[in-house]
């Protein structure tokens, strides 16, 4: 990610929300991890199956919304992530009166963060916002959920729950005592081998279960490279024991080996090996690997990618380009008010995204910028409702701020188009 480092936790988790500016891969191994800020499972728990080890599930507990194993389809998630640098108080500029709580069903706050010995470390989401947040929530009847992990967390999360699992579910009650309504499962990379922290991570999430049967608990999950495809099936397995499972379908493209331009997200794969991504066959592998429909979730991110010259579109020859800006810097507030053009905007109606071809007379050099608008998001709700899928998830609902609107409503244009489109 190429946002500025905010505080030293900040900065080691930030990447896991989006693409990191200059990141590097294969065609053939591209990494699917996301999250942006955003959220993730451990990347090695992506890329291959899982063992015998993990067959044996833990029984279903029975969550807020029914038991985990036999839920039907219910109204469709919005979930945004307000991550502890947005609070003013903490030098941003997104104040909880701004959220457009209406548009939205559940917030995350991101991230809490394992010490690796069973606590939480210091530079979590400190408390004061916590509880701000919390109470803004059920004020406006929407439920609160704590973010644990980030990017580069999955030592930490080893070394919590290898040997001291106990101590670290009472620390996430603490969370759950102080008034969240559940957990957010974000597990990014590790030491150990997949199979292990598979058998970690499923411990992990049947301990919490065990601990708190009525809790909600979430787990975020990578997008698929259609040229290196993962054994999803530990997501199959542990499907019964969460309440959504949700992708981090942002950030999906970027200046690797053997690739070619491509869409920060987009909603349809356009089947050319060069451009190896879509939410569309990302949610099908998942949904063939067991994942119930109603517990997927997919991701928008509220943030663009900036690629430099020579491209000024998709599906081009990189050459020399590179990605010069992401996640934090290419905000949707800094695409309007620096980059956008009517001039400049097309809309590719099938991959279901809006890029723009710019000059390159900007701060970042950019010639070609994918990002997610009202539009986009209108189709992507859309398609999600029509699948039957559980929701979606935003990295982060700051990033589509827009602080000169008349109204929280046209403050977050965003937010209000995904969530009507879901209605």
């Not at 058998?199 to 049967?213: C, D, F, G, H, K």
């Not at 119930?292 to 491209?311: D, I, M, N, Q």
Request: glycine fraction near 10%; charged fraction near 15%; hydrophobic fraction near 40%.
């Amino acid at each position: 990610m190429a946002a500025a480092t905010r505080t030293l936790f900040v900065a080691a988790v930030l990447v896991g929300c989006g693409s990191s500016s200059g990141s590097k891969a294969s065609l053939a191994d591209a990494s699917s991890a996301g999250d942006g800020g955003s959220p993730g499972v451990s990347a090695d728990a992506e890329s291959t199956a899982a063992t015998e080890a993990n067959d044996a599930a833990a029984p279903a507990a029975t969550g807020e919304s029914g038991a985990p194993d036999s839920a039907t389809a219910s109204d469709a998630w919005v979930m945004g992530y307000y991550a502890v640098w947005d609070e003013p108080a903490n030098g941003g500029f997104y104040p909880l009166s701004a959220v457009d709580w209406s548009a939205l069903t559940h917030v995350a706050t991101a991230f809490y963060l394992p010490d690796g010995n069973g606590g939480l470390a210091s530079g979590s989401f400190d408390a004061a916002t916590a509880a701000e947040v919390i109470a803004a929530a059920h004020a406006h009847g929407k439920k609160a959920l704590a973010s644990i992990g980030g990017s580069g967390s999955g030592p930490s999360f080893e070394g919590s729950t290898q040997a001291n699992l106990s101590k670290f579910v009472t620390s996430l009650e603490s969370l759950v005592t102080m008034g969240y309504d559940g957990l957010d499962i974000d597990w990014e990379g590790g030491n150990l081998s997949v199979t292990e922290d598979q058998t970690l991570e499923q411990s992990l999430v049947a301990s919490i279960r065990n601990a708190s049967p009525h809790i909600l608990l979430t787990m975020t999950a990578g997008y698929e490279n259609e040229n290196s495809l993962d054994d999803l099936s530990f997501y199959g397995k542990l499907a019964p024991q969460l309440d959504r499972i949700n992708l981090m379908t942002y950030g999906m493209s970027g200046a690797w080996q053997g690739w070619e331009s491509w869409h920060s997200s987009p909603l349809h794969w356009n089947k050319n090996t060069s451009t190896p991504t879509g939410i569309d066959s990302s949610v099908s592998h998942y949904l063939a690997a067991g994942v119930p429909a109603s517990k997927l979730g997919v991701g928008a991110g509220f943030y663009g990618e900036c690629y430099t010259s020579p491209v000024n579109a998709p599906v081009q020859s990189l050459g020399a380009s590179e990605i010069a800006a992401s996640d934090g810097t290419m905000a949707y507030r800094n695409i309007m008010a620096s980059y956008y053009s009517a001039a400049a905007y097309t809309y590719d109606s099938a991959a279901d995204v809006p890029y723009l071809a710019l000059s390159g007379s900007n701060a970042e050099k950019c010639t070609y910028v994918s990002y997610e608008d009202a539009t986009s998001l209108t189709a992507k709700g859309a398609w999600v409702k029509a699948q039957g899928l559980g929701g979606v998830i935003i990295w982060t609902i700051s990033e589509g701020y827009i602080s000169s609107g008349a109204s929280v409503e046209t403050q977050n244009p965003l937010l209000e188009a995904l969530s009507t489109s879901l209605q």
